[in-house]
């Protein structure tokens, strides 16, 4: 007998793929719209990150930040389940924080308790306990409060994740 999936998985699939289909023409037209002002080579931004377990994978996404066009070009990696709609934010495989036990307990995410929380007077290494808080007491209504609070969020504010706002080489384990 097959077991059945985790209710994350189910959440992620059925809402990302949803989410995907309702934004599917913002995406292409914001798509077309990187294509005519970037010189030929693709419309989309790659990076290697750390996923689940430490396995580096490649992220693809569109490199426009307005409205969150970035993050919702980020949904073929939820439904294909190499991200999750919520959990930790994705981390290059050389950063010492993507190394932590915990954070490879975990898929990475589109959003989460450190993206939710910025725009406060966070310290620079809080992020990085905000998501270990997270995995620690991740469950199912947590991911529903985030993913609400989330979309409370004004939409044209240009929003950092909790790694984009650091200078190149920072570490929170220094």
């Known amino acids: 007998m097959r ?83 919520v959990g930790p934010a994705p981390l290059p495989p050389g950063d010492p924080a993507a190394a932590a036990a915990w954070r490879r307990s975990v898929k990475p995410g589109l959003t989460g308790l450190a993206q939710v929380r910025r725009g406060s007077a966070l310290p620079w290494d809080e992020p990085l306990l905000l998501d270990q808080h997270y995995v620690e007491h991740e469950w199912i209504g947590l991911d529903l409060a985030l993913l609400l609070r989330t979309l409370r969020t004004v939409p044209g504010q240009a929003h950092l994740s909790d790694a984009d706002h650091r200078l190149r080489g920072y570490s929170a384990a220094e």
């Not at 419309?43 to 430490?54: K, N, Q, S």
Request: glycine residues 8%; charged residues 20%; hydrophobic residues 45%.
């Open 3 to 85: 077991p059945s999936p985790h209710p994350k998985r189910v959440l992620d699939l059925a809402l990302g793929s949803a989410l995907l289909a309702l934004t599917a023409p913002l995406l292409l037209a914001a798509a077309v719209a990187t294509a005519a002002r970037r010189p030929p080579g693709g419309v989309f931004a790659t990076e290697t990150v750390t996923g689940l377990g430490g396995r580096p994978f490649t992220l693809r996404h569109l490199p426009v930040r307005r409205f969150r066009i970035d993050v919702l070009s980020r949904l073929p990696h939820v439904v294909r389940g190499e991200m999750s709609l």
